[in-house]
């Protein structure tokens, strides 16, 4: 498989069954995220989820990050 290849070796572990819940306990809400380099960003992150956030050079996602964090200011928009 393509993680043994990429090791070197053999993996033998095996992930825990995934639980899906109904009620998804939302940890970080952004909405409409507004500035000079991205524009009405939507996105919500549940608990146990793994995201990631990529893109081409230049194309915001660093500054979107950053704002995420505190250390880009936006315009508009709100992250709760």
């Known amino acids: 498989d393509l993680i ?3 090791l070197g070796h053999e ?3 095996e ?3 995934a639980h899906v819940s109904d009620q998804q306990h939302v940890l970080l809400d952004v909405k409409g995220l507004t500035a000079d380099v991205f524009n009405g960003i939507n ?3 549940g608990a146990g989820e793994i995201d990631g956030l990529y893109g081409a050079i230049g194309a915001g996602h660093f500054e979107v ?3 995420l964090f ?3 200011t936006f315009d508009s928009g709100a992250i709760t």
């Open 65 to 67: 990050a950053r704002a």
């Open 70 to 72: 505190g250390m880009y």
């Open 11 to 13: 993996v033998k572990s």
């Open 15 to 17: 992930l825990p069954p």
């Open 4 to 6: 043994s290849m990429m």
């Open 43 to 45: 996105l919500q992150i």
